[in-house]
């Protein structure tokens, strides 16, 4: 039996700006999300992670990048944990698109046309990459712990296949920066362990 470990990117610039970055570069990490980048770096010395695989975008790598030189691992990049496509909606404020789209983070999770018909990549197609992921390192690292540093919607993809959940349950869960969503792989099926684990410190902050 192996244990996942997925960790969202720690705070960026698009987070504070309220941007929808999608894909596009420009959007680093800020002192605050280098610094949790630290921490959880620390947090997981102990957990016996054997290898990290991150997201190609300049947030994730980053902070895959600190986490690994605090456990003297390698971060690998793999496309199938990438940031979803936000196609038309790319560089948007949020207050924007609420205006104009009405909640279009409840249709993404619905697989409303509006997704689709704006360039969005589908949740679903977010879930199938994912799981893919999950299913090639389960075979390549059978009983080894991973890690898969990414961004909030690849890793709700994996709490929907796992927790079947609706979606505005997914839309209101919030997978913070920097925190741990911890699943136990007892084949063919996923288990879960956490949500949002982080530091001690940060849940006096949050």
């Known amino acids: 039996m192996s244990t996942l470990f997925f960790l969202r990117h720690g705070q960026a ?5 309220r941007i929808l970055a999608g894909r596009t570069s420009g959007y680093p990490l800020t002192d605050v999300g280098i610094k949790q980048a630290e921490n959880i770096g620390n947090f997981i010395k102990p957990l016996k992670i054997s ?5 190609p975008i300049e947030r994730a790598e980053h902070t895959a990048k600190i986490v690994a030189k605090k456990s003297g691992l390698e971060a690998i990049i793999d496309e ?5 496509d936000m196609g038309d909606f790319t560089g948007m404020h949020y ?4 205006s104009k789209y009405g909640n279009i983070f409840l249709k993404f999770y619905e697989g409303h046309p509006i997704v689709e018909k704006n360039g969005i990549e589908t949740f679903a197609n977010v879930k199938k990459r994912v799981l893919d992921m999950v ?3 389960s075979r390549k690292h059978k ?13 709700k993809s994996v709490l929907s296949a796992t927790l079947q959940l609706r979606p505005e349950s997914l839309y209101e869960l919030i997978i913070r ?7 136990k792989n007892e084949q063919p099926n996923l288990s879960m362990v956490a949500i949002n684990s982080m530091d001690a410190e940060r849940y006096s902050q949050e």
């Open 135 to 137: 299913d090639y390192c």
């Open 13 to 17: 610039k698009n987070n504070v700006e």
């Open 143 to 155: 009983g080894e712990n991973i890690m898969f540093v990414t961004h909030m919607d690849p890793i």
């Open 177 to 183: 920066n920097a925190s741990l969503t911890i699943l």
């Open 80 to 84: 199938r944990l990438t940031e979803i």
């Open 95 to 98: 207050d924007t698109m609420f």
């Open 51 to 55: 290898r990290i695989y991150c997201s």
